[in-house]
């Protein structure tokens, strides 16, 4: 897993990464480590925690959480602090895209399933975090968000609603975290080469997901999808102290999507 991180701007630093084994907390949880943070790895799927968790070593802990939950949000946090003695970031990532579907046929629990994971969720993580990081003197919050919290897109309404509703937790959450040192931002991908693109594109055109995938980027200047290793970049760089004066932002990494 180690790669030549140019820096180590996360030395001694330890970490809270939700949807840790998916494509972009994987490539954010291995940035981390190779920036010199301690990370705590949150998921569902207890293998792919611990298979994820060995790759990294003693740098690694790891929890089965639901972000749903208040009560594995609260422990997830508590491993920290057990493991390490201390929480200074948190990257508030988990996500699921729901199914693809028009409004009117989009049923009211898939439309509330997209909300508990992707709003619930993130508040869950926020009400953990923020004391946790009061307590230690102050720290950095980064969730995912997506261009899909800054516009539209058909047939995602349910998963466009929880990411524009994000920003707007993560900004009461900068505006209350400002006088305790606390920094919280948004990252707002384009599209990403992971699993979740994958089902999207499937799920728009399940006949032709390729067709689908070429649809998709036309609207991206760029002409390709993120690498999730672009995204754990610029998650990076918030969390680490070169970002001291970046709070309540929207960070776009869209190939010029959102410039259109
Ligand atoms: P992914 O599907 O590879 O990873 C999502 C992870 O979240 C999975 O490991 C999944 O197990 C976990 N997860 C789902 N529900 C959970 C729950 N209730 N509790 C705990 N963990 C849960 O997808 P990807 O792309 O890595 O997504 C990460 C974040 O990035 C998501 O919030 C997604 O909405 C966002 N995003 C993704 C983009 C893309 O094109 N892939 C673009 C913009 C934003």
């Known amino acids: ?134 307590r230690g003197g102050g720290g950095a919050i980064t969730i995912t968000s997506s261009t899909a919290g800054l516009r539209g897109a058909a047939g995602l309404a349910a998963y466009t609603a929880s990411k524009h509703a994000v920003i707007g937790l993560m900004k009461s959450a900068a505006l209350e975290g400002a006088p305790h040192n606390i920094r919280v931002n948004t990252v707002n991908p384009a599209p990403v080469e992971t699993r979740m693109m994958r089902s999207i594109e499937a799920g728009a055109r399940p006949d032709d997901p390729d067709g689908a995938k070429t649809k998709f980027l036309t609207g991206i200047p760029l002409k390709r999808y993120g690498r999730p290793e672009e995204i754990a970049a610029l998650i990076a760089f918030l969390s680490s102290d070169e970002a001291s004066f970046c709070t309540g932002g929207i960070y776009t990494a869209d190939g010029g999507t959102m410039a259109g």
Do not use: H
């Open 1 to 134: 897993m180690a790669s030549n991180a140019a820096t180590r701007r996360l030395d001694g630093a330890v970490a809270l990464i939700t949807g840790a084994t998916g494509g972009i907390g994987r490539a954010t949880a291995a940035r981390f480590v190779d920036e010199g943070a301690r990370v705590v790895l949150a998921d569902l799927d207890a293998e792919a925690l611990s298979d994820l968790a060995a790759a990294f070593g003693p740098s690694a802990a790891w929890i089965c959480a639901d972000v749903t939950e208040e009560e594995q949000n609260r422990a997830a946090v508590a491993l920290a602090l057990e493991r390490w003695s201390r929480i200074d970031i948190g990257v508030l990532n988990a996500g699921i895209e729901g199914r693809v579907a028009a409004i009117d046929e989009l049923a009211p629990a898939d439309f509330d399933r997209v909300i508990a994971v992707n709003v619930r969720g993130v508040f869950l993580g926020l009400a953990q975090l923020l004391p946790a990081l009061r």
